[in-house]
Every structure is written in C-alpha cells, then in structure tokens.
C-alpha cells in the first residue's frame, strides 16, 4: 500500500480549513477580534484533533459570516477538541445568542462557551470574571496534583487561560505526565490541558 494514501484524507481536511478560514481574516460579515493577545488559544489534544478543531472553526466562521444579524459584530473562533470558543463583541443580546446557536449547528461542535460582550455588558466586569475563573482553577488544579499519590510532592507549574490549563516542569516519568494530565482534566471548567511544558526528569 501507498504510504501517502493513509496521509490524504488528513491532508485535504487541513487545507480545506485553512481555505476556509483564509477569506474571514479580511472581514466578510464577521471579523476577527483584534486583541489576539486576549484570545484563547487552542490546545488540541492530538494532530487528529488539531486537524478536526481547525476545521470546525472554519465552519463556524462561515456560517457567522453568512449571517445577516451578525454584520456588525466582531467575533473571534477558537475551537478546542470540540469546545467552541467565541470571543469579541455582539451587536446586542439577540446578537450574541444567534451567534452561539449557529455555532451549535455545525457538525463537530461539543459545546459553545459564549464569551462575547455587548453594548450593554461590561468588558470589565466579564474580563474580571474570566480571571477569577482561570485563578479558580489553577487553584484547585494545584490542590488535586498535590493531595494525588502520583504527582504529590513534584514540582509541577499550573496556569490557566480562558479554561486551558498548561503544565510545565518536570515529572518522573511518561506516565506520570499522561497522569497529571488526568488529574487536571477532571477539574470543573476546565476546556483542555497542555502538557507540552512537562519533561521527563533526567535520571
């Protein structure tokens, strides 16, 4: 068998997603947010995933650009293993819930967490929110790695953003690291873990 057979389904997803989400950058309906330092960033839990999320964020930015009542908003999409994220702003209530339905309706989509902010919001007060919601759980990430037999006592780094959590220093082994993973997956609101900071400790 042809080793690049097995390679091309993988190959022609990703280069229908970035084809797809390639026009959106330019502002067809629904732009991108321009604070992308404050975006969320995807941590997909395998190339598999990776692969599927980019394509689900292109469905959904094609379907929120088509739409006629979100024209004047301001959407950002950001997809983990299946999780929707929409970041930015909305037109107004109605806006911001069509926004979150049609994201519903593509095929792939695990979940909407529905960030956006409307003229009636307060930025300050969702960011707030968000932070003491990321503070939370790197707290009770950190509890449950240290009250775990495995991972009690190592010296593992937690910090979360908009719901990903990334573990970063050093673990005894592969498994403790897949472990760790495990255990701060398990954590409520948590969207995904990043271990790619974690190294195997040198023996």
Do not use: C, F
Request: net charge positive; hydrophobic share 40%.
């Amino acid at each position: 068998m042809n080793s690049h057979t097995v390679k091309t389904p993988a190959l022609r997803a990703l280069i229908l997603a970035a084809a797809l989400a390639a026009p959106l950058s330019a502002g067809l309906g629904v732009g991108l947010a321009t604070a992308a330092e404050t975006a969320p960033v995807a941590h997909s839990d395998d190339v598999g995933a990776a692969i599927s999320d980019t394509v689900i964020t292109a469905k959904v930015k094609t379907k929120l650009a088509g739409d006629k009542y979100l024209k004047s908003s301001t959407i950002d999409v950001t997809t983990t293993n299946g999780v929707v994220t929409l970041t930015g702003s909305a037109a107004g209530p109605k806006s911001k819930a069509a926004a979150e339905n049609l994201s519903k309706l593509v095929k792939g989509v695990k979940s909407v967490d529905n960030q956006l902010m409307t003229p009636n919001g307060s930025t300050t007060a969702a960011k707030a929110k968000t932070e003491m919601s990321d503070s939370w759980i790197t707290t009770k990430v950190k509890s449950e790695l240290l009250a775990d037999s495995i991972t009690k006592g190592l010296d593992v780094k937690v910090e979360t953003v908009h719901g990903v959590v990334m573990l970063s220093g050093s673990l005894p082994s592969q498994e403790a690291i897949g472990h760790a993973k495990t255990v701060a997956g398990k954590v409520d609101s948590v969207k995904s873990v990043d271990t790619s900071g974690l190294m195997v400790a040198a023996k």
